[in-house]
């Protein structure tokens, strides 16, 4: 908008607004309310309800206008009020009203619908038109929503917002005149429709609402503003409460997630009313069977043992997994308590088998290990690079910013093995085999620099180690590249050169490229294209890995890793130690600890004794399961969390948990964007807030501590934290903050490497490719990778609670390849044998080319699935992460009858 002014006169009061501004925009600053039922915010006005008119003078026109659309000029008189408005309002009214179910008693959006209100506010109670009326009634729903079109004014605001915001066009206008009405285009409804549940949150009638088993009136409930529970993208949203019980979800317009949710941020909170939920601590008794108990004895025999167990063979005899589902605040508290209180490192959290490598590959070449740029940036790229991520399955609102990108002219480039549905739109996809990443970006820098386009200003102001990688690439040609790869070396080649060639490029990656035994080389090479084409330090660009769970960011910045504190801050710098010393009035560990996926196997060595779980369930997500559960049930067992869950039914202590709607605290999403998570609702029956557990046990155990508030965890870790210390609750309210925020004056740090990377100069580091071993076994000849899906999450502790995303994934299955499939007999739904040599288990196959010949997928969300197969060993030796993503197995039909 200029920022030249103008004057204009709006009910008789003249003022001053911005060239270009609307008329709509323009009565909004003197608070003058224009009704409309079709103008949604962040888009370009319709116009088409023509609710929103007004009377104009002294403008190129004169009359009645639509005042959403129609811009401001300089002199122009408006009147707001006049009796002619307000006749051509009621004219509308009483035209929708013609065609429209007046039962409004029965109506589920009785006391919100938009069409209600302005009838009663223009005093239409009935229709003046006596005639013929469309009867549409029902014409499709899903598990989700249903749609009443008798109740639908077609102002197309469902259809708008899925089409230009999210980017799928399920929904259209059909027929014409008198029979027009919204539709699908196909009945059922296509499978482009992601049950987003956008066009019910943005529909202002009654036409398209959720399916709900809790009824309720908007004038019985109150709203909490809080933080998504689910993915890294962290959705802004509004939580509506009726008797202490969440009953619906709104999305909020906030910077991360612009009005929008996914199915699992809108539809699936039932788990947080579920009547599974835990609700009092349980202890495994003498008959082998947890009984309930009072958390003085289960707070008591947690206690007892750790002192026990330190006694005889020491702290490290001790490991703790935090949770990326937990609070900033509460896995600050959980590696204080290993720390400080018990007197060990061994504390790590899921990000060892998700970004582990992110941290150390980009920490490693840039100095920090995280989200280069904002989420919504993407749309400012002018070719965009995903690779090892389904992003509109596992991070759906960053998946909907993508396809706007793409919907706006810019160029994709898809990398995976498996034909997500982006590399349906894509400009390029390259169809690469499973553990061949590192050779494919290794080919493209070499192509890169083989054609000279280079950033070559950049790489000398802002670059060491450049001529060393430049030589290292040289064995990486397209023919090989093509070989080990599987595609065809002119698409590695256009590829290479559509990235270089841009002005801004954004690399997109997720767990494809860090679960693997070489996932740091794989991280590290995708920092070196950025840097060798400059893409780092300004809009639409970086290299940005996408955090799988709502606080694993999070729980990496609070320390809860073994070889750091909070920021990174190492535990072998003295310097660091002594102020965590100081500010904790303790002597800390000096060695190093355990990571996850080395505690386990020390578990079955004897070495640990005791594990101590917070909201994770490595039962199923942690490779090798059967070995897993045999580490769980020899080790002394303590978990925490909001249902009993695979990990909790082995423990010998169980503490029950309040969920993300039951307390206070923040999250950090994958953009390092802090963001507040407030109470709405009360925790269930005796459940606690694990940092009200973890106070507690901290105090048995002779640390004495008090907090009243997660507020007051907050600021105490704020100021051992650099990149934290300049946020305060305050200053989070409105839309958070992004780190580094070093002073309370600072505005946050949305882009990272402005102006070169934290380091100074970013480090280009050589990387050498190697096959993973799962290949070189004949016996399990099938690359499995797995994968996750839009209508489950994780370990499926709160989707498993969910009824409606169940009913759309209820089981495991089984990608396989046609060709595979004839080869071996098998047709699309038979029960198959998978098995590796880490164990087997059946799942029914999907016959589907999404997968190449000689690859299979798999979901890793159940327990009897992926992670029965996977690999525990080896490890990628910086990292530590397992190769989740790469098993050899083979596939059999077997017969169930």
Same mark, same amino acid.
């Given at each position: 908008?200029? %920022?030249?002014?103008?004057? *204009?006169?709006?009910?008789?009061?003249?003022?001053?607004?911005? !060239?270009?501004?609307? $008329?709509?925009?323009?009565?909004?600053?003197?608070?003058?309310? *224009?009704?409309?039922?079709?103008?949604?915010?962040?888009?370009?006005?319709?116009?088409?309800?023509?609710?929103?008119?007004?009377?104009?003078?002294?403008?190129? %026109?004169?009359?009645?206008?639509?005042?959403?659309?129609?811009?401001?000029?300089?002199?122009?008189?408006?009147?707001?009020?006049?009796?002619?408005?307000? /006749?051509?309002?009621?004219?509308?009214?009483?035209?929708?009203?013609?065609?429209?179910?007046?039962?409004?008693?029965?109506?589920?959006?009785?006391?919100?619908?938009?069409?209600?209100?302005?009838?009663?506010?223009?005093?239409?109670?009935?229709?003046?038109?006596?005639?013929?009326?469309?009867?549409?009634?029902?014409?499709?729903?899903?598990?989700?929503?249903?749609?009443?079109?008798?109740?639908?004014?077609?102002?197309?605001?469902?259809?708008?917002?899925?089409?230009?915001?999210?980017?799928?066009?399920?929904?259209?206008?059909?027929?014409?005149?008198?029979?027009?009405?919204? &539709?699908?285009?196909?009945?059922?409804?296509?499978?482009?429709?992601?049950?987003?549940?956008?066009?019910?949150?943005?529909?202002?009638?009654?036409?398209?609402?959720?399916?709900?088993?809790?009824?309720?009136?908007?004038?019985?409930?109150?709203?909490?503003?809080?933080?998504?529970?689910?993915?890294?993208?962290?959705?802004?949203?509004?939580?509506? $409460?009726?008797?202490?019980?969440?009953?619906?979800?709104?999305?909020?317009?906030?910077?991360?997630?612009?009005?929008?949710?996914?199915?699992?941020?809108?539809?699936?909170?039932?788990?947080?009313?579920?009547?599974?939920?835990?609700?009092?601590?349980?202890?495994?008794?003498?008959?082998?069977?947890?009984?309930?108990?009072?958390?003085?004895?289960?707070?008591?025999?947690?206690?007892?043992?750790?002192?026990?167990?330190?006694?005889?063979?020491?702290?490290?005899?001790?490991?703790?997994?935090?949770?990326?589902?937990?609070?900033?605040?509460?896995?600050?508290?959980?590696? %204080?308590?290993?720390?400080?209180?018990?007197?060990?490192?061994?504390?790590?959290? @899921?990000?060892?088998?998700?970004?582990?490598?992110?941290?150390?590959?980009?920490?490693?070449?840039?100095?920090?290990?995280?989200?280069?740029?904002?989420?919504? !940036?993407?749309?400012?790229?002018?070719? $965009?690079?995903?690779?090892?991520?389904?992003?509109?399955?596992?991070?759906?609102?960053?998946?909907?910013?993508?396809?706007?990108? /793409?919907?706006?002219?810019?160029?994709?480039?898809?990398?995976?093995?498996?034909?997500?549905?982006?590399?349906?739109?894509?400009?390029?996809?390259?169809?690469?085999?499973?553990?061949?990443?590192?050779?494919?970006?290794? @080919?493209?820098?070499?192509?890169?620099?083989?054609?000279?386009?280079?950033?070559?200003?950049?790489? %000398?102001?802002?670059?060491?180690?450049?001529?060393?990688?430049?030589?290292?690439?040289?064995?990486?040609?397209?023919?090989?590249?093509?070989?080990?790869?599987?595609? #065809?070396?002119?698409?590695?080649?256009?590829?290479?050169?559509?990235?270089?060639?841009?002005?801004?490029?954004?690399? *997109?990656?997720?767990?494809?490229?860090?679960?693997?035994?070489?996932?740091?080389?794989?991280?590290?090479?995708?920092?070196?294209?950025?840097?060798?084409?400059?893409?780092?330090?300004?809009?639409?660009?970086?290299?940005?890995?996408?955090?799988?769970?709502?606080?694993?960011?999070?729980?990496?910045?609070?320390?809860?890793?073994?070889?750091?504190?909070?920021?990174?801050?190492?535990?072998?710098?003295?310097?660091?130690?002594?102020?965590?010393?100081?500010?904790?009035?303790?002597?800390? #560990?000096?060695?190093?600890?355990?990571?996850?996926?080395?505690?386990?196997?020390?578990?079955?060595?004897?070495?640990?004794?005791?594990?101590?779980?917070?909201?994770?369930?490595?039962?199923?997500?942690?490779?090798?399961?059967?070995?897993?559960?045999?580490?769980?049930?020899?080790?002394?067992?303590?978990?925490?969390?909001?249902?009993?869950?695979?990990?909790?039914?082995?423990?010998?202590?169980?503490?029950?948990?309040?969920?993300?709607?039951?307390?206070?605290?923040?999250?950090?999403?994958?953009?390092?964007?802090?963001?507040?998570?407030?109470?709405?609702?009360?925790?269930?029956?005796?459940?606690?807030?694990?940092?009200?557990?973890?106070?507690?046990?901290?105090?048995?155990?002779?640390?004495?501590?008090?907090? !009243?508030?997660?507020?007051?965890?907050?600021?105490?870790?704020?100021?051992?934290?650099?990149?934290?210390?300049?946020?305060?609750?305050?200053?989070?309210?409105?839309?958070?903050?992004?780190?580094?925020?070093?002073?309370?004056?600072?505005?946050?740090?949305?882009?990272?490497?402005?102006?070169?990377?934290?380091?100074?100069?970013?480090?280009?580091?050589?990387?050498?490719?190697?096959?993973?071993?799962?290949?070189?076994?004949?016996?399990?000849? *099938?690359?499995?990778?797995?994968?996750?899906?839009?209508?489950?999450?994780?370990?499926?502790?709160?989707?498993?609670?969910? /009824?409606?995303?169940?009913? /759309?994934?209820?089981?495991?299955?089984?990608?396989?390849?046609?060709?595979?499939?004839?080869?071996?007999?098998?047709?699309?739904?038979?029960?198959?044998?998978?098995?590796?040599?880490?164990?087997? $288990?059946?799942?029914?196959?999907?016959?589907?080319?999404?997968?190449?010949? &000689?690859?299979?997928?798999?979901?890793?969300?159940?327990?009897?699935?992926?992670?029965?197969?996977?690999?525990?060993?080896?490890?990628?030796?910086?990292?530590?992460?397992?190769?989740?993503?790469?098993?050899?197995?083979?596939?059999?039909?077997?017969?169930?009858?």
């Amino acid at each position: 908008m200029s %920022k030249k002014t103008i004057n *204009i006169t709006i009910n008789d009061k003249k003022l001053k607004v911005p !060239d270009g501004m609307t $008329i709509i925009e323009a009565c909004l600053i003197i608070g003058i309310n *224009i009704p409309t039922l079709c103008l949604l915010k962040d888009e370009m006005p319709d116009g088409s309800c023509r609710m929103c008119v007004v009377e104009v003078e002294n403008g190129y %026109k004169n009359g009645l206008v639509a005042s959403c659309n129609e811009i401001c000029k300089d002199g122009i008189i408006i009147t707001t009020n006049s009796e002619k408005v307000i /006749k051509s309002r009621q004219f509308i009214l009483d035209l929708l009203l013609s065609d429209h179910s007046t039962d409004c008693f029965s109506c589920t959006k009785n006391g919100e619908c938009k069409l209600q209100e302005y009838a009663l506010e223009y005093g239409i109670d009935k229709t003046g038109f006596d005639g013929k009326r469309s009867n549409l009634g029902h014409r499709f729903s899903n598990p989700f929503y249903e749609v009443d079109l008798e109740k639908c004014v077609l102002c197309v605001r469902c259809v708008r917002i899925c089409t230009s915001r999210q980017a799928r066009s399920a929904l259209c206008i059909m027929d014409r005149g008198f029979s027009t009405y919204i &539709g699908s285009g196909f009945h059922p409804p296509p499978e482009q429709c992601e049950s987003c549940g956008n066009c019910v949150s943005n529909c202002p009638t009654g036409a398209i609402v959720p399916k709900f088993e809790n009824r309720f009136r908007i004038w019985e409930t109150h709203e909490t503003q809080t933080t998504c529970p689910y993915c890294g993208v962290g959705c802004q949203m509004n939580l509506l $409460i009726k008797d202490d019980k969440v009953v619906d979800v709104r999305p909020v317009s906030g910077r991360v997630n612009e009005g929008l949710l996914c199915v699992k941020g809108k539809f699936a909170f039932d788990f947080i009313n579920h009547p599974d939920r835990l609700t009092q601590p349980l202890v495994r008794g003498e008959d082998g069977e947890l009984h309930p108990t009072s958390w003085d004895n289960a707070l008591n025999v947690v206690s007892n043992k750790i002192k026990e167990i330190k006694e005889k063979f020491g702290p490290d005899a001790i490991a703790g997994f935090s949770g990326a589902k937990a609070t900033n605040e509460e896995n600050y508290l959980f590696m %204080k308590l290993m720390r400080a209180v018990v007197g060990t490192n061994n504390v790590d959290h @899921c990000a060892r088998l998700c970004h582990s490598s992110s941290v150390a590959g980009l920490a490693a070449t840039l100095g920090s290990g995280a989200m280069t740029n904002p989420i919504a !940036d993407v749309r400012n790229a002018d070719v $965009i690079f995903i690779t090892g991520s389904n992003t509109t399955k596992t991070h759906p609102v960053m998946g909907a910013f993508i396809r706007q990108a /793409k919907l706006n002219g810019t160029k994709l480039i898809v990398a995976d093995p498996v034909r997500i549905p982006l590399a349906e739109i894509a400009d390029i996809y390259l169809q690469i085999k499973p553990g061949t990443s590192l050779v494919l970006h290794n @080919c493209m820098l070499n192509i890169i620099l083989s054609e000279g386009l280079e950033d070559t200003d950049y790489i %000398k102001q802002y670059s060491t180690g450049f001529d060393e990688l430049k030589e290292s690439v040289k064995e990486y040609t397209p023919n090989f590249a093509a070989k080990i790869c599987g595609v #065809p070396a002119e698409d590695i080649i256009s590829a290479a050169k559509m990235y270089a060639k841009a002005i801004n490029a954004s690399i *997109i990656y997720a767990m494809g490229i860090t679960q693997h035994i070489n996932g740091t080389n794989n991280v590290i090479s995708l920092s070196n294209l950025a840097v060798c084409t400059g893409n780092l330090g300004h809009p639409g660009s970086g290299v940005n890995p996408l955090r799988g769970q709502n606080n694993v960011q999070g729980a990496c910045d609070m320390g809860s890793l073994p070889q750091f504190y909070t920021a990174y801050q190492q535990v072998a710098d003295q310097k660091a130690r002594e102020k965590f010393e100081k500010a904790w009035n303790v002597s800390l #560990p000096t060695t190093v600890g355990l990571t996850k996926t080395l505690a386990i196997p020390s578990v079955l060595n004897d070495k640990v004794k005791m594990l101590f779980i917070m909201g994770e369930n490595p039962a199923v997500s942690d490779p090798d399961s059967t070995q897993t559960i045999k580490a769980l049930k020899k080790s002394f067992l303590v978990v925490s969390d909001i249902f009993l869950t695979e990990t909790a039914e082995l423990a010998d202590v169980v503490l029950p948990a309040a969920c993300f709607a039951e307390k206070d605290g923040t999250f950090t999403n994958s953009e390092r964007r802090v963001q507040l998570v407030n109470k709405a609702v009360s925790p269930k029956g005796e459940a606690l807030a694990d940092w009200l557990i973890i106070m507690m046990l901290s105090n048995r155990l002779g640390y004495n501590c008090h907090y !009243d508030t997660p507020e007051d965890i907050f600021n105490e870790m704020a100021k051992l934290t650099p990149s934290y210390e300049g946020m305060t609750y305050r200053r989070l309210e409105e839309h958070g903050l992004c780190w580094p925020c070093p002073t309370e004056d600072h505005p946050g740090t949305p882009i990272l490497h402005v102006g070169g990377s934290a380091k100074g100069k970013a480090e280009l580091k050589v990387t050498k490719w190697e096959s993973s071993p799962e290949v070189e076994n004949h016996e399990y000849p *099938i690359m499995l990778t797995t994968n996750r899906l839009l209508y489950q999450f994780h370990t499926r502790t709160m989707t498993a609670k969910s /009824k409606s995303v169940n009913t /759309k994934s209820p089981n495991n299955f089984i990608q396989i390849n046609p060709e595979n499939a004839i080869e071996l007999g098998i047709s699309d739904g038979d029960t198959v044998k998978v098995s590796s040599p880490r164990g087997s $288990i059946t799942a029914p196959a999907v016959i589907t080319n999404e997968v190449a010949k &000689g690859v299979a997928a798999m979901p890793f969300h159940w327990a009897d699935g992926a992670n029965v197969l996977t690999a525990a060993v080896p490890l990628d030796s910086v990292s530590k992460i397992a190769g989740l993503k790469l098993t050899g197995v083979k596939i059999e039909k077997i017969d169930v009858n």
